[in-house]
């Protein structure tokens, strides 16, 4: 097996400058600095050094002007037109970067074109920028001895790796007049790596070189032209007459040398006398070179000693070599030519499989306009396999010491098996029996395809296309062919398509023909044509007949075509053809003939044998062609959009078409999931009317109706679809009573109202329900079915706010005391505040027993004043506050709430009733004893000490013991009651706080 070596079109800038002697290392135009520009049309420029190290200094102008001081790398741009100026280098060290931008110059006065003074020390690089035309009548002459002070000429991308010159890149042209003796681009160490560079030498001297001995000169790039001239022999490419060559390299590049006289295209020229004409070192790594010499020159050598003549890579078309080339290894290497078929223009190669010189450098080859490579290579060495132009090429050639070695590579057409042909007639006159033979690209084969073995012809997604001119396109003689793949397989021919007789048989995708389409003469064939056949003139016009079929009597034979048929005659069965047309059959006259009868379109059978044809018979053959379907439905009314409302749906969609008499019109009606006509789903509804469906739910939905006619004669249809319309099925609006009977309490928030299901306050239910009456809120209702009912918003509601509780208890009938006209006397804060329930204002009452430590101290005190203790109550005007959440607090009622006195009746036992004078007074905690103002009363035949106070504390009922004293009887205690009662108010509210057991 061979083994591939690619070709990596690499220009190898990278190290170029460190093999390619006389040039400038690591040389980069991307590291370049910015231009400076100097116009040669306005006087000479010179570059010298510059005043401070690592830089130069440019004269230019006329006078000359001077810019010092230019660092190394700046670019020094040279433009202009002129027949006077000339450009001089003399700088000493260092590297001069020029780019040539539009120079022309034809001046050979002073400098004669670019001149480079001598210096080992010192290189030069000219660069040519893109788009840019250079010429240079004179020459480019660099002094320099071969030991340094090299010259490199280079496009602005040279750089680049993989880069291939075009003509985008810079051009040079430098001529050296005939009467002057020089090379165009002259001088040792002289590289080029790029650009479009054309250079004819002067008298007796080559295109680039020397006109005497030159020493290392370099070609990695660019499209180079170079031509020697002048009154004796001289190379193209190296030295003049009477001159020798040291060591012409080539790597790269497409170069085309061309040597005069005696001298060779790529060498040294003419001997003339002494020991000129030698050319030694000549090593070629890559490129493309086209060589020759002068009329009795050699393509590569010189007329005198010549040695170690070196080809390890590139193409070399060259008329003949001095001595015995040899490869790396000091192998002899032969030439080899391989031409590529089909090749009109030039290709690049990028891969070669090769074995035997796997060292062979491929940069920059590429063939000429005719597919041709010219390698050299030792003797037995193979080639394989080539990649030109994207197109990967197969053969095989194996190299021969007689310079010989030729083949025609071509690009792989057809596979049996695992062989490969690189054409059809090759893979043809293989095929066996049973033998699938697959295509591996698009043919155009322009002979008859004709086979002699029965066979699969698989197209691979390819297209064969058989133009056989005027001969038959394709013959089936007793053999079959089939056909299979993706592709295509179409015969075309100016005389008969398709011939098949003895039973042979072929399967195609097209036929155009001139005369016949499809000819079958004998019994046993099938054809089958998968899409048309068409006769037609040069002038495209129907000719010919589409079909004619004679078979044997009992053997039919059967033509299928899938597509449709053009020509100027149509379909002749003469004898046992079965022919099938499932397309259009398309003739000027003379549609269908069987045997002797000719019939129109109109005259098929009555009865189809096939469904969806007509049918056409006569002496055991038969025509089917098939029959146009109906015309379409033409649309008359078009289905309408629908807006309505869920639980109320009874609307319809309508259609109407008119068709064509005498076919059966049939509706279908469809559900789009996505408003499309793609991929509906099938409805009940088979009339024009469509009743929309009441039970859908809320939302969007799209239908669509197919109308569809069948020729019941045929079978066949046609149908028309409508456009969609859109149902739009909106939510309904539920019914809805607004809530009544919201209660709350004063101080409640909505959050504490009682809602029916599905209704919610639209106000934060933080809210306060207000005070007590009855206050209005909006609710909204949700429903329970939200995709199908709305929300209703903005439902007002009035929320009965209850006030608080106020009671008032006057009468404690268990202790016997009643408290008149609390309501008017006591002021109830909590009335407006939240969070309260209920507050009972009541009397507390107290009676202390007389076995009481604090009734015997009472008596001790009224007894000091002469009167006698009869009863002894404990009153205390109280409010118990009942909270909405459950909590009950009793408190007295502040002072500051009793708005006036109030008047207490103490219901008198029989015991006291029987006192003839009691008396009331309020007892103090210091003992004071303040008799009250009273009455006694009866009421219902009870009696009452009634009397008047607004303080609350023990409450003494006394009979005096001394009568003369002034302060007997209920009156004359009144006031000093008072006083008593008002300071024990608080000590005895404690202590019933502590008892819990106030009597009530």
């Known amino acids: 097996m061979g083994k591939w070596k690619r070709a990596l079109s690499i220009l190898l800038t990278g190290l170029l400058f460190t093999s390619f002697m006389g040039s400038p290392a690591g040389w980069n135009n991307s590291a370049v600095a910015a231009d400076v520009v100097f116009d040669l049309s306005v006087g000479d420029i010179i570059v010298e050094d510059g005043t401070d190290p690592g830089t130069y200094r440019v004269l230019h102008g ?9 660092p190394f790398n700046q670019q020094l741009t040279l433009a202009g037109t002129t027949g006077t100026y000339g450009v001089r280098v003399s700088s000493t060290f260092g590297t001069v970067n020029l780019k040539l931008a539009g120079l022309n110059t034809t001046a050979m006065a002073n400098f004669g074109g670019i001149e480079i003074l001598s210096d080992d020390d010192r290189e030069v690089v000219i660069v040519l920028e893109d788009g840019t035309t250079n010429v240079i009548n004179g020459n480019i002459y660099n002094h320099s001895t071969s030991s340094g002070g090299g010259l490199t000429i280079a496009c602005e991308h040279a750089h680049e790796i993989g880069h291939v010159c075009d003509s985008s890149c810079g051009s040079l042209s430098v001529t050296r007049p005939t009467s002057y003796n020089g090379a165009a681009i002259s001088g040792h160490n002289t590289t080029i790596i790029g650009g479009n560079i054309t250079a004819v030498g002067g008298n007796s001297s080559p295109g680039i070189g020397r006109y005497g001995t030159v020493y290392n000169l370099q070609i990695s790039g660019g499209n180079i032209s170079s031509t020697g ?21 080539f790597d790269g590049g497409i170069i085309h040398a ?3 006289r005696n001298g060779a295209g790529i060498g040294a020229g003419d001997i003339f006398y002494g020991s000129g004409g030698q050319a030694h070192d000549v090593i070629i790594s890559g490129g493309t070179i086209r060589t020759a010499g002068g009329s009795s020159g050699q393509g590569i050598g010189g007329a005198g000693v010549c040695s170690n003549f070196q080809i390890n890579g590139g193409s070399v078309n060259t008329t ?10 000091g192998a002899n290497v032969y030439k080899t030519v391989i031409t590529l078929s089909e090749v009109s223009s030039v290709k690049q190669v990028t891969a070669v499989e090769m074995s035997g010189a796997d060292y062979y450098g491929l940069n920059d080859v590429f063939t000429d306009t005719v597919g041709k490579l010219y390698f050299y290579l030792p003797e037995g060495a193979a080639v394989t396999g080539i990649t030109a132009g994207g197109v990967d090429y197969q053969g095989e050639v194996t190299t021969t010491s007689d310079n010989l070695a030729a083949a025609t590579f071509g690009v792989p057409t057809c596979q049996i098996g695992d062989t490969i042909y690189t054409t059809l007639a090759d893979g043809l006159a293989a095929l066996t029996n049973g033998d699938t033979l697959k295509l591996l690209r698009n043919i155009e084969y322009n002979q008859t395809f004709a086979y002699r073995s029965s066979f699969t012809l698989d197209t691979n997604g390819f297209v064969l296309d058989v133009n056989a001119g005027g001969n038959t396109g394709l013959i089936a003689d007793g053999y079959d062919m089939t056909l299979t793949g993706n592709g295509a397989f179409n015969i075309i021919s100016t005389g008969i398509g398709i011939h098949a007789y003895d039973g042979g048989s072929a399967e195609v995708t097209n036929v155009v023909a001139g005369t016949t389409g499809i000819n079958v003469t004998d019994g046993n064939s099938v054809i089958r044509v998968y899409e048309n056949v068409e006769v037609k003139d040069s002038a495209g016009d129907p000719s010919g007949r589409a079909v004619y079929v004679e078979a044997d009597y009992g053997n039919k034979s059967y033509i299928t075509i899938e597509g449709d048929v053009t020509a100027r005659y149509g379909v002749y069965a003469y004898l046992d053809g079965v022919v099938t047309i499932d397309g259009i059959l398309d003739v000027v006259e003379n549609y269908v003939q069987v045997f002797d009868m000719v019939k129109t379109p109109s005259d098929h059978d009555v009865s189809t044998t096939k469904t969806g ?5 006569g002496l055991n053959n038969t025509v089917w062609i098939k029959a146009a379907p109906p015309e379409e439905p033409i649309m008359t009314l078009q ?11 009874s609307e319809t969609l309508e259609v109407a078409a008119t068709v064509e008499d005498g076919v059966d019109l049939a509706y279908a009606w469809y559900e789009s999931s996505d408003g499309s006509l793609i991929d509906g789903t099938a409805v009940l509804g088979d009339l024009e009317e469509f009743v929309i469906p009441e039970t859908l739910q809320a939302g969007t939905y799209h239908y669509y109706c197919t109308l569809s006619v069948t020729d019941p004669a045929t079978g066949l249809k046609s149908s028309k679809t409508s456009d969609v319309a859109e149902v739009l099925v909106n939510k309904a609006l539920p019914d809805v009573d607004a809530p009544t009977g919201l ?5 409640q928030t909505l959050k504490d109202v009682e809602l029916p299901d599905g209704f919610s306050f639209e106000d934060s239910l933080d809210t306060s329900v207000g005070d007590a009456g009855e206050n209005s809120f909006t609710v909204h209702y949700t429903p329970e079915d939200e995709d199908n009912y709305e929300v209703v918003a903005g439902i007002k509601v009035v929320v009965t706010v209850k006030p608080i509780a106020l009671v008032f208890e006057g009468t404690n009938w268990s202790a016997g005391v009643e408290v008149l006209d609390l309501e008017t006397k006591v002021n109830v804060d909590e009335r407006n505040q939240p969070g309260v329930e209920k507050v009972r204002i009541f009397m507390g009452v107290l009676r202390i027993g007389d076995s009481a430590a604090h009734f015997d101290q009472v008596e001790e005190w009224v007894g000091q004043k002469g009167y006698s203790l009869l009863a002894l109550f404990d009153l205390e005007l109280m409010k118990e506050i009942t909270y909405l959440d459950g909590r009950i607090e009793s408190v007295p009622v502040p002072k500051e709430d009793l708005l006036d006195p109030v008047t207490i009746r103490l219901l008198l036992d029989e015991k006291l009733a029987a006192v003839s004078d009691p008396a009331i007074a309020f007892i103090d905690e210091s003992g004071e004893v303040l008799l009250l103002e009273g009455m006694i009363l009866e009421v219902d035949g009870k009696t009452y000490l009634e009397f008047e106070t607004d303080h609350f504390s023990d409450y003494a009922v006394l009979e005096a013991i001394d009568m003369e004293n002034p302060k007997t009887g209920v009156l004359g205690w009144m006031n000093w009651l008072n006083m008593t009662l008002l300071a024990f108010g608080a000590y005895l509210f404690q202590r019933n706080r502590k008892r819990h057991s106030l009597n009530i």
């Not at 001239?229 to 390299?249: K, Q």
């Not at 044809?613 to 018979?617: A, D, F, I, K």
């Not at 289905?639 to 749906?649: L, M």
């Open 743 to 747: 209660t709350a309490k004063f101080g």
């Open 320 to 329: 003949s070599i001095k001595i015995q080339p040899v490869n790396q290894d």
């Open 258 to 260: 061309q040597g005069y």
């Open 613 to 617: 044809y007509h049918t056409y018979t």
């Open 62 to 70: 006329n006078p000359q002007v001077a810019v010092d001081n230019i």
């Open 229 to 249: 001239r002048g009154s004796y022999g001289t190379a193209g490419i190296g030295g003049g007459d009477i001159s020798n060559a040291h060591g012409i390299y």
């Open 639 to 649: 289905p309408v959009d629908v807006e309505t409302t869920y639980g109320n749906i």
